[in-house]
């Protein structure tokens, strides 16, 4: 008996030494030939789940900017989700919810309302999902609530710079009628957008910083909308008449608007009206080519969502932003007869 147990001792520590000979061997070859699990990892990452919240579809240069945002993230493998907010915040609310609760592995949003940053904010920053905001800037104080956020969009007060550097480049710097001053309205977008606040106040600092004298005729609240600046623009054209020398529009959808009403009019732009607009949609380029708009001013929507898609990568490999350093922007470009061919399709 003593004998057999002996012999079966024996052959337990035999198999013992042969397991741990076994798995020895294989870590070697473990450590020169990464596994199949993280050889895939970015690959996982980019084939990842994208939930993207527009404040509403039928803005034209929104539209612009999601089609490339959709095809930039589809043609890197990740599949994406564009949802229209139709310019309700409460909706855009429950779409955001809606992802969270479907698990994306990022969110991409175009608030609806800038107002509404705080809370989407403390949204995302509870689930944990990294987030890029888009077109729309929340305070940095807002953005500083959470490290796995990113703002990319462009500097408005640049854009409303070379609206009123577009006016200053023209023979006689807006003063068409040679009174010594520039008479001007201006049909904002959005008044609780930063866009549309910076691109008021700064298209016209342009002018008194370089020694103009302006007058403002009008202001009105046209929410980006065409037929908005066209209703504005020709009130105020009826109202004030041939005093108006200047139309500043906040967006090219409105000030394609305005261009309607002006030559309803009567009136003939670069002769004896300017207008500007922002965003160089294709219409607004073809109208500066045919003489129609003063200039416009490039709002880069591909440049942008290339950003904003390489942003999102960053978070989603673990980059973290500091506070104050949440911003990212894609610089502006004035565009005017001279130019307007470098931009067209």
């Excluded at 070697?28 to 993280?38: G, L, W």
């Excluded at 342009?206 to 600046?229: F, I, P, Y």
């Amino acid at each position: 008996m003593k004998k057999f147990v002996a012999l079966l001792l024996a052959m337990i520590m035999v198999l013992s030494l042969a397991a741990c000979g076994g798995k020895k061997a294989e870590e070697p070859a473990k450590e020169s030939t990464p596994s199949q699990e993280q050889t895939q990892t970015p690959e996982v990452k980019e084939g990842g789940t994208i939930g993207v919240c527009i404040y509403k579809f039928d803005d034209a240069f929104m539209t612009t900017y999601r089609n490339a945002l959709q095809a930039i993230l589809e043609d890197k493998g990740y599949t994406v989700t564009v949802v229209d907010g139709n310019n309700d915040q409460a909706k855009q609310n429950e779409q955001i919810n809606t992802f969270i609760t479907q698990g994306v592995d990022a969110l991409i949003i175009n608030p609806v309302m800038t107002s509404a940053a705080a809370t989407i904010i403390s949204t995302v920053k509870s689930a944990g999902i990294p987030t890029v905001l888009i077109n729309r800037e929340p305070t940095a104080d807002e953005m500083a609530a959470y490290d796995k956020l990113v703002y990319v969009g462009c500097d408005a007060a640049q854009s409303g710079t070379f609206q009123g550097e577009l006016i200053l480049d023209t023979p006689n710097k807006g003063d068409i009628n040679g009174d010594g001053k520039v008479s001007y309205i201006m049909i904002q977008g959005d008044p609780e957008n930063i866009d549309a606040q910076l691109r008021t106040e700064y298209s016209v600092k342009a002018l008194t910083d370089a020694g103009v004298e302006v007058e403002q005729l009008n202001l009105t609240r046209g929410d980006w909308d065409r037929e908005k600046g066209q209703t504005i623009c020709a009130n105020d054209l009826a109202q004030f008449g041939d005093k108006i020398e200047v139309v500043f529009c906040n967006n090219d959808d409105m000030a394609i608007g305005a261009l309607q009403a002006i030559q309803s009019a009567g009136r003939k732009v670069n002769e004896d009206i300017y207008l500007v607009g922002v965003d160089a949609l294709d219409a607004a380029l073809n109208e500066v080519k045919a003489g129609n708009m003063t200039g416009t001013v490039l709002n880069d929507a591909t440049a942008q969502a290339s950003a904003a898609v390489e942003c999102m990568e960053g978070l989603l490999n673990g980059d973290t932003y500091a506070a104050g350093e949440q911003s990212v922007y894609v610089d502006y470009v004035k565009v005017t007869p001279d130019n307007v061919g470098d931009f067209m399709k």
